[in-house]
């Protein structure tokens, strides 16, 4: 994507030296537009798909209205540490999504490098239940 497409890398996470286990790619000047995620789980590729919220009060609309179809919560509300972007994340269909909303703008630099999940996940202490390792 990036030798092709032009996308920069705004952000690495690398578990172990040498180890790739998820990268944050943008087109524009939002942190991303698009993030690749590695997953052990054989034949299973698709981490989430993400929403763009405008803000924080669109997150809780969006929020109350899973609520209000029965749509359980996987995760959140949140900020991420790597983009600092806020989150909710649900299943619906087979499939996980992403509430996203302020994402920040960045300016062209030398991609982030974080080896430290926690903290990558949210400097707000949540962390992620066991299912946010299954993919779709």
Do not use: C
Not at 5 to 17: G, N, Y
Not at 18 to 37: E, F, K, N, T
Not at 107 to 136: I, Q, V, Y
């Amino acid at each position: 994507m990036v030798d092709i497409l032009d996308f920069q890398i705004s952000d690495i996470f690398a578990p172990a030296p040498g180890v790739m286990g998820a990268a944050w790619l943008r087109a524009s000047d939002l942190h991303h537009d698009v993030a690749i995620i590695s997953t052990p789980e054989p034949g299973k590729s698709l981490h989430h798909y993400a929403l763009g919220m405008e803000s924080f009060d669109h997150l809780k609309v969006a929020a109350d209205e899973l609520a209000r179809h029965g749509v359980p919560i996987e995760t959140g509300p949140g900020r991420h540490g790597v983009g600092a972007n806020l989150y909710t994340y649900f299943w619906v269909a087979g499939n996980r999504y992403e509430l996203s909303a302020e994402m920040p703008r960045v300016r062209p630099g030398a991609p982030g490098m974080w080896d430290n999940f926690p903290k990558a996940f949210s400097p707000w202490g949540l962390t992620p239940p066991e299912s946010f390792g299954h993919a779709s």
